[in-house]
């Protein structure tokens, strides 16, 4: 699904990823971990090109295209999805017609009708209601004085409604109580299950998420490149000795 | 054939006034239109204009003796009067004076249209408002003239003691445009509300100027504008509240809000207090940027096309000035607005 070959990318002229590879296969759940400033996020905003990342050097491969040929809303209606650590607000923008925009710009990118209002209401009901995630944020702007907890949940619904191939979330659980962890973890391993093409590519810090939605590949990035790859275990390797104790030092910074 | 420079006893604003340095009138003023029109409006006829101005640009109709009429509103209107200016004939100089009056305790609404369909007209329109005590005015005007006219309104407000009038701008249209408001706040508790959008395309120019003065106690005002400038557009934004002797606990209020949207769009923005006492609340402000990026990419990253996104933010920035409005029939009006049905 996704072949990231020598990826070299630079933030504000600065060169943070250092010609990283990655291979996703369909069906697996990869964990990016690593410590601050290692380059996790820079890799998932570059898979979802954020204005902010300059890819000088290498290659992606996405379902047999060149990624980087695609421009951001091209790699979301390829089936590309990243879920922001920090939803940015946006008043004014009401979040069901948001939705509905986003829904209908996917269908017709694949050359499917678009769904009237009726249509977009019935679908979101029965999505949502899966899961018992409250509707009331549809009613309201676009992440507008959302609490962190109501950001990562509208994610979710995006997560829901777009129904993505390669799911990316990155630090999806910083800020939520273990119930809402326990939420991501349902709809994301419900979604994993429905569709077993479906790849998710997730950083976090934590080992808590983890234990819910059990990764295949466990990836350690230090000073942009993959250092160490391997399965839950290193994971909870990580968790009980800490990065020097798995022999990955801090000399970053 | 007739110029406005030629008319007596006017002296035309300049770029040297402080309120016209962003604007230039010259060409208008010596533009030669082949003959003057007056407006009908099928309301009483007034001898007098009802209240004087300082304004300059008010005695072109006074000087080309254009019949002032009176709209009296004495009872509640259960819809808004619907007023259509639209100007057919090329280059001639238009003129309509209307005071639109709404008795004590009245709750009224007025919409005004102006649209065009010619080249190198003039249209000088003045308008003074008089709402008497505790009476309310919900007005909005929708401004669409199209490239090569112009078109000056000069405004009279006269509020009396907790009298109210909620006045929207939609200011469309291609041609050259400006506003003038002049506001005596002489009545306790009066309130003025003046809203704004202002969209402008192409080489498009719209100035808004605004004097508002606070001369009684609880007076309220609150001047409002947002702009979104395409191409090579201009806008001035002129707002000048002076709060005097006797003012206190006003509240005055300014705000200009602007998004570029084009490297050569340009807003000059000058939001002024004036303040001689000290018990009051008063704030003023002004914006200018460009479609905030993180907001574009968040709208794009769900699959949203660039245009498709940067028409909802865009919209979101405007909507608030239709958000405002606080009578319904209103934006019922605007939202079933088409301009083809008009010109």
Redesign the interface.
């Known amino acids: 699904m996704l072949d990231i070959k020598d990826l070299k990318v630079n933030i504000n002229d600065k060169e943070i990823l250092k010609g990283l590879d990655l291979k996703i296969n369909p069906g697996e759940i990869h964990v990016l971990m690593g410590q601050n400033g290692a380059g996790k996020s820079t890799l998932v905003k570059t898979l ?1 090109a ?2 902010d990342c300059e890819v000088t050097d290498g290659d992606i491969d996405y379902k047999g295209k060149d990624l980087l040929e695609l ?3 091209e790699r ?2 390829e089936g590309i999805f ?1 879920s ?1 650590q920090n ?2 607000e ?4 009401n979040n069901s017609y ?1 939705l509905r ?2 829904i209908n ?2 269908r017709k ?1 694949n050359g499917q009708e678009e769904l009237d209002t009726m249509e977009f209401l019935k679908l979101s009901k029965t999505q949502l209601a899966k899961f018992d995630i409250d509707k009331k944020l549809m009613k309201r ?2 992440n507008d004085g959302f609490s962190g907890g109501e950001k990562k949940r509208n994610e979710l619904m ?1 997560l829901l409604l ?1 129904q993505p191939e390669l799911i990316m979330l990155d630090e999806i659980d910083s800020g939520l109580d273990v119930d809402a962890i326990k939420t991501v973890a349902t709809v994301v391993n419900d979604m994993l299950q429905e569709d077993k093409n479906r790849s998710l590519l997730m950083i976090t810090h934590y080992d808590r998420l983890l234990s819910l939605i059990k990764p295949d590949f466990v990836h350690i990035l230090k000073d942009g490149k993959i250092v160490k790859t391997g399965d839950y275990n290193l994971a909870l390797e990580l968790d009980s000795k800490g990065y020097e104790g798995i022999g990955i030092n801090d000399e970053i910074n | 054939m007739m110029k406005l420079i030629d008319l007596k006893n006017i002296k035309f604003p300049t770029k040297k006034d402080e309120e016209f340095r962003k604007i230039d009138l010259s060409l208008l003023y010596g533009y030669e239109f082949k003959e003057k029109k007056d407006h009908v409006l099928d309301f009483d006829v007034l001898n007098n204009d009802a209240l004087s101005s300082n304004n300059e640009l008010y005695k072109i109709n006074q000087n080309l003796d254009a019949k002032s009429y009176e709209l009296n509103i004495v009872q509640n209107t259960d819809e808004p009067i619907v007023i259509i200016h639209k100007l057919n004939d090329d280059a001639v100089l238009n003129t309509s004076t209307l005071n639109i009056k709404v008795a004590k305790e009245i709750q009224a609404s007025v919409i005004e249209v102006f649209v065009s369909n010619c080249q190198n007209s003039f249209y000088s329109v003045n308008r003074t408002f008089e709402v008497e005590q505790s009476a309310n005015l919900n007005y909005f005007k929708y401004q669409d003239i199209k490239e090569s006219n112009s078109l000056i309104i000069n405004t009279i407000i006269d509020l009396k003691d907790k009298a109210t009038i909620e006045h929207s701008n939609f200011e469309l249209g291609d041609g050259v445009n400006v506003n003038i408001y002049e506001t005596a706040l002489n009545s306790e508790e009066s309130n003025l509300n003046i809203n704004g959008l202002v969209r402008l395309y192409n080489e498009t120019k719209s100035s808004s100027i605004f004097n508002t003065y606070h001369n009684n106690k609880s007076s309220f005002s609150n001047i409002n504008f947002k702009h979104s400038l395409h191409d090579h557009s201009r806008a001035v934004f002129e707002a000048k509240s002076i709060v005097n002797d006797g003012a206190n606990f006003s509240k005055v209020l300014q705000n200009s809000n602007t998004i570029l949207l084009s490297d050569d769009a340009v807003i000059f923005a000058k939001p002024h207090l004036e303040i001689h006492i000290d018990e009051l609340e008063a704030s003023h402000g002004a914006t200018v940027g460009s479609l905030n990026q993180e907001q574009l990419l968040y709208l794009r990253a769900r699959g949203i096309s660039d245009t498709k996104a940067y028409e909802m933010l865009l919209s979101a920035f405007e909507n608030e000035i239709y958000d405002n409005i606080k009578d319904d029939k209103i934006k019922e009006f605007i939202t079933n607005f088409k301009r083809s049905d008009y010109v």
């Open positions: 979802s954020h204005f421009d951001v809303s979301a209606n990243m922001f939803p940015v946006v008043p004014g923008v948001f925009t986003a710009e996917k990118y702007d676009l995006q777009l």
